[in-house]
C-alpha cells in the first residue's frame, strides 16, 4: 500500500534477474538502501526508478517477446521539456588549461535560467564542463565528485584525470540507449607520474587504450610536458560511450562557432592572456549566432598550481565594446584614405 | 509552451490537432495531467516570500478555488509545487517523511540548502517517469538570509534571488528580472528590495498574471518567512 510504501516495508523483489540494482523496478525512491556508502565504485551509484513497462528495461532479456514495439521507449512521454543548448570549450596550452563556457540554459523556446554555472570544480586541479541535459549533468557531476572523493580517502591519492574519465564512463554506461543526455569536458592538470597505465603516442590526438596498469610503476612518465600523461589534459565524456583525449574539445550547439575561432588563433606557445581572451572571444561568437547559448561567459584557467575561476562577463557589454571597436576602425579608414587619396 | 495543452491530446509542443482524417490513430493512456498554477518566491536579505495561486484546474475545469500550492516544509523552508498535482502531493509526502526522518537521526532541522539538494536527488531518482512538478523553494538559510532554490522537474537546481514556475511563469519571470533583477534598464538606482515592497511586488504580479492566464486565478495565497516564523496571507484575485 501507498504508506508501507513510504515507509520502505518492501519485500525483496521475487526475481532479481541483473546485478545492476538500479534496473529493479521500485515504487518508493526514500533511498534507505542507498544511505549506506557505495560499496564499490562500478555500477549505478544511484537508485533510479525504471518505469514497468514491458520495453522498460536496455538490455534485450531473456524474457523475449516476439512482437517488440517500433518506438522502443524507456521513458515515458513527457509533456515538458528539458533545458538544452549550450556552447562550452576546453583547450590545453604551455600555461596550462582554459575552460569556457556560457550561462544560458534553455528548455524549449524559453530560457530557464539566464545564470547557470556550467563549469563546476571537482577538486583542485580539476575542472568540468557539461552540455546537455540539466539536470542529468549536476547529477552526474556530484556522483563523480562523490565517487573520487570516496576513492581519495579509501587509496590515500588522488585518483588521475584518465582514471576519473574512465570511471564516469563507466558509471554511465548502464543509460546508454536511455534518455540520459550528458556530454562532459574533464579539463585539469595532471600532477607528474599520474596514476596509471601505459599510453599509446597516436600523433597529436591520443586516444585513451584500455591497456590495464599491470605494476609497470617504475615507468611513470619523467616530467615531460607534451607527454599526454602529466601536465595539461582535456578529455571528453559522453553518455553515449565515447570518451575522447585531445588538445581542443569544444561541445554544444554552439561547438561548430567556437571551434572555427580556436582553430584559427591557437597554438601551443600562447600566452596566458592571449589564450583568456581567444576562449572569450570563441564564446562570444558562438553566443552571437547559436540561439541557445547566451547571457554570460564563464572562464576558468587550470595550472600547475590549480584552477582559477575568472569573474563572470556579460557578453552584451562584449557586443557593445565589439559595435564600438568597428565604427572607430571604419573611422579611421576612412581618415586614412582621405589623407591618402589627397 | 506544453502548459498550454491539456493532457488528451499533446501532439508535441505549440501543434493545433489536426481537424482531418489522418489514418489511425492511437491514443494513449497518458499518466499526467496538468492541472495549472502558477509559483512564484522572492529572497530579500533578512525575508523570503513564497507565493502561489489557489486554482486547481484541469482542461476547462476548475476542480477547486481553495487549492493552495505552498507547503510548509520546517519553520524556515516553504515549498511551492505547481504542474501535475497528483504528483505535488505525493511529492510533497515524500519529503515531509524524509525530514522527519533526518529529525530523527541526526536531531536537528533540515536547513534550506540540504532540504534543496535532497528533493535534487528525489527528483532524479525518478528520471526515467519524472514527478511533472515545478518546485521553487523559499526559506532563510543558515546566516538567516533569504535563500530562492529554483528546480526544473528532473532535478536540475540552483539558488537564486527570485524565481517563478507553473503556467504563468512565463509570463512573470521577465517582470521579475525588471523590477527585482533592475535588468534591461539603464541607468536606475539599484534600490535593496523591502520586505512591504516584495509583498505589494507580488501581489500586483499575481493581479497582472490572472488576467492573462487562464490557470491562474481565484485567489492568492502568500506565505512571508522571517526569523520570528511564517506568515500567511490570502488576497482575493479575479475568478472567471
Redesign the interface.
Known sequence: MALEDICCFKDKPAQQLFPFPALETDYHNLELERLKTSQTNWGDPQHIFIPPFPQATPFISRRTSRFRPPNHALTVQRPFPLSHGTTTLGFIFQGGVIAAADTRASAGGLVACPAVHKITPIHSHLVVTSSGSGADCMLWERILIREIRLYELRHKRRLSIRASAKLLSFMLHPFKGTDVCVALTLCGWEKEGGSSGLVHNFGNQSLVTDVSSSGTAGNTSAADPLSPNSGPQVIYVCSDGARLQGDIISVGSGSPYAYGVLDGGLSWGLSKEEAISLAREAVFRATHRDAYSGNNVDLFHIDAQGWIQRPREDLKEEYYRELERRSKRRREKKKRDTIESS | ???M?S?QG?GG?GKMKEYHYAGAVEN?F???A?NGGTVLAVAGEDFAVVASDTRLSEGYSIHSRDSPKCYKLTDTTVIGCSGFHGDCLTLT??ID??LK?YKHSNNKTMTSGAIAAML???????????Y?VYNIIGGLDEEGKGAVY?F???????R?TYKAGGSAS?MLQPLLDNQIGFKNMEGVQHLPLTQEKAVQLVKDVFISAAERDVYTGDALRVCVITKDGINEQTIPLRKD
Open positions: 509552451v506544453s502548459e495543452l493532457a499533446f509542443p494513449r497518458s499518466p499526467y496538468f509526502k515524500i517523511a524524509r526522518m535534487s536527488t528525489i527528483l532524479y531518482s525518478r528520471r526515467f517517469f519524472p511533472y529554483s526544473d522537474p528532473v532535478g536540475s537546481y540552483q537564486d512565463a
